[in-house]
């Protein structure tokens, strides 16, 4: 039986998880920075590090005597590389390396992004090939996937990231951090039509997204409301905002889909678990005929069960590290490896 152990610690969650191919996920320990980052409105990357040094290992701990094992019993240790905030990805990687040099385990460094990916196939074995449209925090790309390990990206974000749009706007509602998930669920109640947010390069035939105009509208209807502002108010902001992004996600991914001759489209990073999303994601696929299914929320924002499975392909296929392995903070997927 293979057992890889997975550590995430690329932004503000510090993560460790257990993949074997007998059971699948094991375990999936996440501890969330949030309270600690909340009153800056945003992620403190020194705070980040100093929360991962603290609390890494006796998650590891946890996890170990949780399950009765040992490092010993491992077959693998896999981490993240990148990208992501280097001085948090430090501490991952560091913690890693220690492990796997002090029983002897291979290592095996992991893409963020393709974590992200791979976390599709925690649910079923992937159809592919397939399209995936990846939106988090810090991420908004379209990826033609042919197999576990080829990826080729056709396109990203001039600026915000999806997620990002989501946590600005929510900022300027008044909306705790990060605020994409109060935004889907204030959404719910929100009166259509009272908005309109632009949709940056609907019709553009290239691959490409923007969201720092979406930020400017949302920051001049927002001047416009009394203070405090009422629950019908945000409501109604974030129900257009929410239209606006899904809007311009949906178009590209199968407008993507359509010019490759695809088998599925696919979801991943923590805006895949927007309700609306994958919504309007499973109406579109099942108009073009593509399979789609969407990714356990749990696995959708940042986890280490992703980096584990990924882990886990990576060393079944013969590839792995040595301890030479680098930190990266910016790097698409397909320049890596
Ligand atoms: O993948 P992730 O955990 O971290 C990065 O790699 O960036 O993604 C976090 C992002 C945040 O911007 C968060 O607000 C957003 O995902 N998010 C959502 C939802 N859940 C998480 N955005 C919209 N709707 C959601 N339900
Ligand atoms: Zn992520």
């Known amino acids: 039986m293979v057992k890889v152990l997975g550590i ?6 510090t993560s460790v998880a257990l993949f074997d191919d007998n059971q699948g996920v094991v375990e999936n320990l996440v501890s969330s920075q949030v309270e600690l980052h909340d009153h800056f409105g945003g992620v403190v990357p020194e705070l980040a590090s100093r929360a991962h040094l603290v609390n890494l290992l ?11 094992l040992t490092l010993g019993d491992l077959s693998g240790i896999a981490v993240t590389a990148g990208p992501g ?5 430090l501490v991952g990687l560091s913690t890693a390396k220690a492990l796997c040099f002090a029983a002897r385990l291979p290592l095996v460094g992991i893409h963020h992004i393709e974590g992200h990916i791979l976390a599709n196939a925690l649910v079923e074995p992937m159809v592919l090939p397939a399209m995936v449209l990846v939106v988090s925090g810090g991420h908004t790309e379209v990826i033609h996937m042919t197999e576990v390990g080829r990826y080729d990206r056709l396109g990203g974000t001039l600026d915000d990231a999806a997620g990002e749009a989501f946590d600005k706007s929510a900022k300027l509602l008044g909306l705790a951090y990060p605020g994409g998930p109060e935004m889907d669920r204030r959404a719910e109640q929100g009166q259509p039509g009272r908005y309109h947010f632009p ?32 629950e019908q ?10 239209e606006a992004i899904t809007d311009v996600l949906v178009d590209r991914l199968f407008r993507a889909a359509r010019e490759r001759d695809v088998r599925a489209v696919y979801l991943a990073g923590g805006v895949a678990a927007n309700r609306r999303l994958r919504q309007r994601t499973a109406v579109e696929a099942e108009r073009w005929q593509l399979h789609f299914l969407p990714p356990d929320p749990e696995f959708c924002t940042d986890n280490a069960a992703m980096i584990a499975y ?14 030479r392995l ?3 903070a910016r790097g698409a997927i397909t320049s890596w490896r």
Do not use: N
């Open 58 to 68: 006796p998650l590891v701990d946890i996890l170990l005597q949780r399950q009765k």
């Open 233 to 242: 108010d945000i409501a109604d902001v974030a129900y257009e905002v929410q």
């Open 326 to 328: 680098d930190s990266f």
């Open 199 to 230: 949709r940056p390069l609907l019709q553009d035939s290239r691959c490409l997204f923007s969201f720092s105009g979406l930020k400017t509208a949302v920051r001049l209807a927002v001047e416009k409301l009394s203070q405090p502002f009422g």
């Open 85 to 89: 905030l280097i001085g948090a990805l």
């Open 310 to 323: 990924a882990g886990w392909c990576h060393l079944q296929a013969g590839r792995q590290d040595d301890h």
């Open 8 to 13: 995430e610690t690329s932004c503000d969650d």
